[in-house]
């Protein structure tokens, strides 16, 4: 079984700069990519940023220039540095992990962590 566990996120006035993070745990052989996502109130979950396991990375363009997504492939952790917050940015972060390998099994499979909070006051 695979587990995504988030920490950090919270709150934050508007031009200031959190970060958030997740570490994949499990009998993982491999990870295709890991990414962020958010949802705000009323709104679909959207991609904010995602880097595949060779490094190349992808940010939503609300984000770019402000935030930045890190990995560690040996640890499979994955990091989002977000700085310069809007109060536009205040919503749950998920993280993602897509095409996950385990011991055992010829199947990749995606998994999502918990969420966790970020709130940028104005």
């Known amino acids: 079984q695979v587990q995504l566990v988030e920490s950090g996120g919270g709150l934050v006035q508007a031009g200031g700069s959190l970060r958030v993070s997740c570490a994949a745990s499990?009998?993982?052989?491999?990870?295709?990519?890991m990414g962020w996502y958010r949802q705000a109130p009323g709104k679909q979950r959207e991609l904010v940023a995602v880097i595949i396991s060779g490094g190349r990375t992808n940010y939503a363009d609300s984000v770019k220039g402000r935030f930045t997504i890190s990995r560690d492939n040996a640890k499979n952790t994955v990091n989002l540095q977000m700085n310069s917050l809007k109060p536009e940015d205040t919503a749950v972060y998920y993280c993602n992990a897509m095409g996950v390998v385990v011991a055992g099994s010829l199947v990749a499979s995606n998994y999502w962590g918990q969420g966790t909070q970020v709130t940028v006051s104005s």
């Open positions: 499990g009998s993982i052989l491999s990870i295709n990519a």
